[in-house]
């Protein structure tokens, strides 16, 4: 099967970590759910408490969902992982600090 690199900034929950970077190597047919998996494994954040987002001037655009297309991230990517599970879209907007109506959720 065809792979496709993508680089995406981890930030941990633990605001005194560092963010880190890795590039990995996914299945083009890949979704946002796998990418987490693979990043659950290198950094050992709980896939299920990790948001997947594009930024732009330094501000989040968008959120994706588990069943958006990696082949589909074209922006810069960023997995944040929250101390709370991204399960609605309130505590996500509180902790990143945008209104909930501008947080696009494309996937």
Do not use: W
């Not at 990995?24 to 990043?39: C, G, P, Y």
């Not at 050992?44 to 589909?72: L, M, W, Y």
């Amino acid at each position: 099967a065809k792979q496709t690199a993508i680089t995406v900034m981890f930030h941990p929950a633990d605001q005194l970590v560092a963010p880190m970077r890795f590039t990995l190597r996914l299945s083009r047919t890949a979704t946002v759910s796998d990418l987490k998996t693979e990043l659950e494994r290198l950094s050992h954040a709980p896939a299920g408490k990790t948001v997947v987002a594009e930024i732009s001037n330094s501000r989040i655009c968008q959120t994706f969902s588990d069943s958006a297309k990696v082949k589909d991230l074209d922006g810069e990517t960023h997995a944040y992982h929250m101390p709370i599970p991204p399960s609605s879209e309130a505590p996500m907007a509180k902790a990143f600090g945008v209104p909930r109506f501008s947080m696009g959720l494309r996937g």
